[in-house]
């Protein structure tokens, strides 16, 4: 993997969007999804949310440690690697995780989620494609679906909360979601961002009314196994009924988000899906709206 990540990052001067680049970008947008506040149940820079066993200073740790994960597999994207190869390195990513969390689970569901969908830009902008839509699901589905289908969770790996909660309430979590080329991602919580930022809102409050729009429709599987069917009626109840009342852009919004805020911590939700899929949405953004 090594000789394949140099040949892609020589080749990198001739596209117009490097490994490195991807990288930066999908890094930035798990900082800006831990920043962003108030987002129901999870950990920020103002509180732990629901959580007793993380702080933001752990999720920084986190991404400190995935900086060169999205490089290679970027740059493995770049050159047509095999979904075997971007699983390896998924799964070192996640032991690097752990170790400067000390066992703490902040971002496997971004390893995976954040990951694929970096190995996508860095395949299009290798075959000199758009970074479209379009173009970013085909190349998920055409390539790595088979292979999706038939992921085996190492001996030695904790089976995750989707994982568990496929087993028990028959949901498909972030593999489902890759199996569909990221339905969530595309078809919820882009169209909300763009239609967000279309009406003049900033960056915090496009994201916060895109993280309530995810909240609103998505099966968290984080919320089912830490407050079951029920928690997530709840909040699936509650975030619809924010965006029916005018979402970010009624004047009394931020009061709202934050008694929710607080419920959930209290409740013990976290909607940690929610929040991989809404850093994807922000990366796609990033990268067709061509920041550096």
Sequence with gaps: MNQLHQKTVA????????????????VRSLYRELALYPKPGLVSFRDNGAHRDMDAATFVRSLFSLRGYFVAIAAAGMADAKFAGLQQLGVAAESRMLR???????????IFTLGILAAAAGR????NMT?????????????????????????????????LMAAHHGVTGARGEALQAFPSVFGIALPALR????????????????????LAETTDTNILFRGGAGGL???????????????????????????????????????GGCADLLAAAWFVHELQTGRA
Excluded: Y
């Excluded at 990198?12 to 999908?26: C, E, F, K, W």
């Excluded at 400067?100 to 971004?110: D, E, K, L, Q, S």
């Excluded at 699901?137 to 969770?153: M, Y």
């Excluded at 960056?203 to 993280?211: G, N, V």
């Design 131 to 163: 970074l479209s839509d379009e173009n970013l699901r085909a190349i998920v589905t055409d390539n790595w679906s088979r292979d999706l289908r038939a992921i085996v969770v190492a001996g030695d790996t904790a089976p995750s909360h989707g994982q």
């Design 11 to 26: 080749a990198g001067a001739d596209v117009p969007l490097t490994a490195r680049r991807i990288a930066l970008l999908a």
């Design 124 to 127: 299009a902008t290798a075959r």
């Design 100 to 110: 400067a969390t000390r066992g703490i689970n902040t971002h496997r569901g971004a």
């Design 195 to 214: 239609g967000a930022l279309a009406r003049g809102a900033g960056t915090r409050h496009a994201l916060l009314h895109t993280f309530f729009a995810l």
């Design 233 to 271: 009626q709840f909040i699936q109840a509650q975030a619809a009924d924010f965006l029916e009342r005018g979402s970010v852009f009624e004047p009394e919004w931020q009061q709202r988000a934050e008694i929710l805020h607080r419920q959930c911590s209290i409740k013990n939700l976290s909607p």
